[in-house]
């Protein structure tokens, strides 16, 4: 993709006491040092940078993003409290204005691992008659239907209307789908929003064939994201016979879209309590009592084997301790490289073992702030080893930082600042022992470019208005003045 040359004069590095100059063409980076304007050459543009902190674009390292377009548009329950308090306000929204004919109120955000009282269809029937009613979790591993809501998705009957992990998660296609068109315009809204975060490029998780949908949303001119996209087990074999293995830039998308890695989920959440541990949680009974274990060693282990022959990472989903220790010994087993997605619970010995394997902790620290209430009930005397950050840090694990939006906000300064503060809304520190450090956080964030911006790396730069290395300066609301992707602007305010 041709991009005109383009100096920033005046752009200062991060922590620099000094301003430089950088240069960018042919959508790397050039150089970088004094006075590029002069030596430059003709037919460049030039953009004075305000003496505003440049550095490398952000990355999100795990996102769905149709789900985060949809849950963008949908009615937020995060905030309800009880399952009482979750039906007042859909009442709220149902006396707002009446539904379009032939489809559902879908709801996101809920978190009932601290209710006092249960999510049951009975519950939404009684407020909503025959209304459709559909609401996601926040963690997206359950969904609360009305009676009217669970027909609409094609299911006759269930004993509660609380559906989790592998009742739900066959029915999320139904209740996500929305025709192709309003979907690639909610989500080119998404990917300029993100890009007004300072970010670059996504890890496209979707639970979907990805590829398709993202060369239609490039060749239509959604060009905002790099975007990294993941497979699913039941979308390999089209991958494969493809011939694409993961880091290959797929042909026809201007260098936009690469092929990610194989996602495998193996357990459940936390808030549905779940996710598989070594011990069972305290208010459960039954095979369950440890949580859930989706994809057993035997059929998880072939499965990466075969990923790693063909040439394709590994991305494996594992929340609790033991599903970590089982996702560490599959990567052992298979000879895969990749990375464990969410890595929130840990046994100590586990930690080691991300280096030995060489396997990415793929960590989302926001949800450390969502989950602090529930891992301290459902996780008690165990949560020294959750969301351990500053371990992983310490023993030389590579991390790589996302949200799992929408699951929590796609906005990396939100993630940098729960990885750095272990806390916001003005809360005690949870865990700070577990904090990193800022630059850590950062470099955690930009997809492993420097932070000092190297010569030859893509031009995919962020501007920000404040220095993130000057004490005070407000993590979460960090200003971004500008981003830039292979050198053209994706955001600008100046």
């Not at 890890?203 to 060369?215: K, S």
């Amino acid at each position: 993709m041709s991009t005109t040359p383009l100096v920033l004069l005046g752009a200062r590095l991060l922590g620099a006491p000094r301003t430089v100059d950088v240069l960018l063409r042919d959508g790397r980076i050039q150089a970088v040092g004094p006075d590029l304007a002069r030596t430059a050459g003709s037919g460049v543009e030039q953009v004075d940078a305000g003496g505003r902190t440049v550095l490398p674009g952000l990355w999100d390292a795990h996102t769905h993003m149709t789900q985060w377009a949809l849950a963008r548009q949908r009615l937020d329950v995060s905030a309800a409290t009880s399952a009482a308090h979750a039906v007042r306000i859909v009442l709220d929204r149902l006396a707002a204005g009446p539904l379009t004919p032939g489809t559902a109120l879908v709801g996101y955000g809920f978190r009932d691992g601290l209710w006092p009282d249960e999510p049951t269809a009975a519950l939404l029937d009684a407020a909503v008659g025959d209304t459709p009613v559909i609401l996601v979790s926040g963690d997206l591993h359950c969904a609360w239907f009305s009676t009217a809501g669970l027909r609409y998705a094609g299911v006759a009957a269930h004993p509660t209307g609380l559906l989790r992990e592998t009742e739900w998660l066959p029915l999320a296609s139904v209740v996500d789908h929305v025709p192709d068109d309003l979907a690639d315009r909610w989500v080119a809204e998404a990917a300029q929003a993100a890009a007004a975060r300072g970010v670059v490029g996504v890890v496209e998780l979707e639970i979907t064939e990805n590829l398709g949908p993202w060369r239609r949303r490039i060749a239509a001119g959604t060009d905002t994201l790099r975007v990294r996209a993941g497979v699913w087990e039941s979308y390999l074999d089209k991958v494969l016979a493809e011939d694409l293995r993961s880091g290959d830039v797929v042909v026809g998308t201007g260098g936009l879209l690469e092929q990610g890695p194989l996602k495998v989920v193996t357990d459940g959440s936390l808030n549905t309590r779940t996710a598989f541990c070594h011990d069972p949680y305290p208010d459960l009974t039954g095979d369950d009592r440890f949580g859930i274990l989706s994809v057993p060693p035997e059929h998880l282990v072939p499965l990466m084997a075969h990923a790693h022959r063909k040439g394709l990472t590994c991305a494996i989903h594992a929340i609790g301790d033991h599903a970590n220790t089982l996702a560490l010994d599959a990567f052992a087993a298979s000879g895969a490289t990749g990375s464990v997605e969410h890595a929130q619970l840990l046994v100590a010995e586990d930690v080691a073992r991300f280096v030995e394997l060489g396997v990415t902790a793929s960590v989302q620290p926001e949800h450390a702030m969502d989950d602090r209430d529930v891992a301290d009930r459902h996780w008690a005397g165990r949560t020294d080893r959750a969301f351990a950050l500053a371990s992983l840090a310490a023993a030389g694990v590579r991390l790589a930082m996302g949200s799992d939006a929408p699951v929590a906000p796609l906005d990396p300064w939100q993630a940098v600042a729960a990885a750095v503060e272990r806390t916001r809304d003005g809360r005690e520190p949870w865990h700070p022992e577990q904090r990193l450090d800022l630059l850590t956080a950062l470099r955690s964030s930009t997809d492993g470019q420097p932070l000092e911006l190297a010569v030859g790396a893509p031009a995919d730069l962020v501007l920000l208005d404040a220095d993130p290395l000057v004490a005070g300066t407000p993590l979460r609301e960090m200003p971004v003045a500008a981003t830039l992707l292979g050198g053209r602007w994706t955001h600008r305010t100046f």
